[in-house]
């Protein structure tokens, strides 16, 4: 499905996800991958729902967003909620979604100026 073109500002926006893939700016990924406004971090080591460890949020914790998007795949799929607490700690905001909605939910924030971070799931080993 393609989301929106790029707006030429430099944000890192979402033009177009489907299962196991997103492009974000002019560039297509199929491993799962933490989006920023303003940075990417490729080749995220989350590959499962199951297999989420509160580590894997580490890059993310000095950046601060305000809120993280967390996209599980295909299906909603919620995780040991002991993987926020890190989160919850800082108070940085989180919500857990399938892919679709997380990339919806992540242009929408990004163009109401949020800091928001996306957390794709896109491996499925």
Known sequence: MKMALDDGSGVNLVRAYEDGRVSIREQTYTQSLIALPDRLFTGWEAESVQQLRAAHFQPLLELAPEVLILGTGGTQVFPDPAVFMTLIDLGIGFEVMDNGAACRT???????????ALALILASR
């Open 106 to 116: 992540y242009n929408i924030l990004l163009g109401e100026g949020r800091r928001a």
